[in-house]
């Protein structure tokens, strides 16, 4: 998962819903969905109700970005960009394989996902220091009080990654 909508839950859902100025329960439901759709229509973004990389970027919340196969966007392209290929926007299987050589050139962790770690070392967003970096990560103990293993994570984000916290609260 590298974008919030409605009905999901978390500890990104509350550090978005800190920066929109509503009740931060942590419970993406109706009245973070109408704050967000009014910020991104204030801000000339897409205001679908849904935070997304270019939402989270313009909002400074640099964090939360994770780039990953199926998302799209300015951000994407300024990641294809950054590493030397067609930026058409949309993160592909082509995309994965320059950010996985990338991340091994680097001596990065070669998972493929483009977080603030690696955005960081693009110099993509002079934003993403070490401390957005720190916050990007999930502790031990928020992982295994959101229940979070290797397994449950897996295909989704990095385990390591605050979106490994990610729950759906629709069952």
């Known amino acids: 998962m590298s974008v919030l909508k409605k009905g999901l839950s978390g500890e990104p859902v509350k550090i978005l819903q800190t920066k929109l100025g509503v009740p931060a329960d942590g419970r993406f439901g109706p009245k973070t969905e109408e704050a967000l759709e009014?910020?991104?229509?204030?801000?000339?973004?897409?205001?679908?109700?849904?935070?997304?990389?270019?939402?989270?970027?313009?909002?400074?919340?640099?964090?939360?970005?994770?780039?990953?196969v199926g998302t799209s966007g300015e951000t994407v392209k300024k990641l294809q960009s950054a590493l030397g290929i067609a930026a058409d926007?949309?993160?592909?299987?082509?995309?994965?394989?320059?950010?996985?050589?990338?991340?091994?050139?680097?001596?990065?962790?070669?998972?493929?996902?483009?977080?603030?770690?690696?955005?960081?070392?693009?110099?993509?967003?002079?934003?993403?220091t070490p401390a957005v970096i720190e916050k990007a990560q999930i502790t031990p103990e928020a992982a295994k009080e959101a229940g979070v293993t290797e397994a449950s994570a897996a295909g989704e984000a990095p385990s390591r990654s605050i979106w490994a916290t990610i729950k759906s609260f629709f069952n």
């Open 38 to 68: 009014a910020y991104q229509k204030q801000n000339g973004l897409k205001a679908d109700g849904i935070a997304g990389p270019d939402t989270f970027a313009a909002l400074g919340l640099y964090e939360l970005v994770l780039l990953k």
């Open 89 to 128: 926007g949309k993160f592909g299987a082509g995309t994965q394989k320059a950010v996985k050589d990338y991340q091994a050139s680097k001596g990065l962790e070669a998972d493929g996902f483009a977080g603030p770690a690696t955005l960081a070392k693009l110099a993509l967003f002079a934003e993403i």
